[in-house]
């Protein structure tokens, strides 16, 4: 699982935006969206969080990745 800092993320048509390019290099991930924190968390994704990050980024929305806690 990953979790992204999404700044300009800002609108339901942004997390739809963001979930697209998600799905587009991980078909099978699952995606939630908490737009007020601006943190998108990914799951059941084999690829490296930076293909997730590139893929949201290329769609207008950079990405940061958040470290695990603990």
């Known amino acids: 699982m990953y979790r992204l ?3 300009k993320m800002g609108c339901g048509g ?3 935006a963001v979930a697209r ?3 587009a290099v991980e078909p099978n ?3 939630d969206v ?3 924190a601006k943190i998108v968390t990914v799951s059941g994704v084999a690829g490296p969080v930076d293909q997730i990050a590139q893929a949201i980024a290329a ?3 950079p ?3 958040l470290r695990a806690a603990g």
């Open 5 to 7: 800092k999404v700044e």
């Open 14 to 16: 942004c997390t739809k």
């Open 21 to 23: 390019a998600v799905q």
């Open 29 to 31: 991930a699952r995606i």
């Open 34 to 36: 908490d737009l007020g």
């Open 59 to 61: 769609a207008g929305y």
């Open 63 to 65: 990405a940061e990745p």
